[in-house]
C-alpha cells in the first residue's frame, strides 16, 4: 500500500497536463515528479525548467542542482537561465501549477507556509509562486502531527499569499477552494465526511457529487 506521502503527492500530481511547466516545492510536493504524465516539465526557482530525477552516482554534478540543493538529470529540451528570468517566468503567469506544502490554509485560501511562532525560515520564491502561477495547490496532510487543524478559519502564521490556493490534497481527502466556501470534493475510501469535518475548522460544502480518491 503506498505510504500517506506517497499518496498525496501521486493525487497532486494529476493535476497536470502535457505541456504545462510547474513549480515543485521542497517536502511532500516534490515527489509529484515521479507521478506526472509524459509532457510536464518543472521549474525551480533558481533558474532551470526540464528538471528531471534525482542524479545518483556518476550522474551527479554541481551543475544542475534545484532550489533546495538536490542534483538532478535534467530531461532533453531543458534550459538554463538566470534567477532574474526566472522570477520573470514565475511572475508573467507562465507556469500553469505550483505545488506547495502548508502550515495553515484558511477558509478563503490564504496561504501560510513558511514561519511559526520562534522559528523563521525565510519564505524564497512561494509569495511570487503563489500570485504567478495559475493553478496553487496545496500538498499536505489534513492536520500537524498533533492533530491540530491546519485547515483552518482564519491563519494564525504570518501569511505567505491572500486567497491564492485553488486546491488542498491530503491524505484523506481533496477540499477545492472556491468562492461559496470549502468544498470537499474527493475523500478516501475508509473515511467520513464526519471526520474530516471534526478535523478541520471551516464547515466545509459537500460536493453533491463526491468522489472517491483513486489508490
Known amino acids: 500500500m503506498m505510504d ?3 499518496f498525496i503527492a501521486k493525487r497532486a500530481a494529476a493535476y497536470f497536463q502535457p505541456g504545462d511547466v510547474v513549480n515543485l516545492g521542497i517536502g511532500i510536493p516534490s515527489l509529484c515528479g515521479s507521478y506526472a504524465v509524459d509532457g510536464v516539465l518543472f521549474q525551480s526557482e533558481n533558474g532551470f525548467i526540464g528538471i528531471g530525477p534525482k542524479a545518483e552516482g556518476l550522474m551527479v ?3 544542475y542542482a534545484n532550489a533546495g ?3 538532478f538529470v535534467p530531461v532533453p529540451g531543458s534550459s538554463a537561465f538566470d534567477v532574474a528570468m526566472s522570477f520573470g517566468v514565475i511572475r508573467c503567469g507562465r507556469l500553469a501549477a505550483t505545488v506547495l506544502g502548508a502550515l495553515q490554509v484558511s477558509a478563503a485560501g490564504d496561504l501560510a507556509n513558511w514561519a511559526t511562532p520562534g522559528r523563521a525560515f525565510g519564505m524564497g520564491g512561494a509569495m511570487d509562486l503563489c500570485n504567478g502561477a495559475r493553478q496553487v495547490i496545496v500538498a499536505m496532510e489534513l492536520t500537524a502531527k498533533d ?3 491546519k485547515i483552518v478559519e482564519r491563519c494564525s502564521f504570518p501569511l505567505t499569499a491572500v486567497k491564492c490556493v485553488d486546491h488542498i490534497v491530503t491524505e484523506r481527502c481533496v477540499i477545492d477552494v472556491t468562492k461559496e466556501g470549502l468544498v470537499l470534493s474527493e475523500i478516501r475510501k475508509g473515511h467520513t465526511v464526519e471526520e474530516i469535518q471534526a478535523a478541520v475548522e471551516p464547515t466545509l460544502i459537500v460536493a453533491p457529487d463526491l468522489k472517491e ?3
Do not use: F, Q, S, Y
Open 213 to 215: 480518491m483513486e489508490e
Open 4 to 6: 500517506n506521502r506517497n
Open 69 to 71: 540543493g538536490i542534483n
Open 61 to 63: 554534478t554541481e551543475r
Open 147 to 149: 492533530g491540530a487543524p
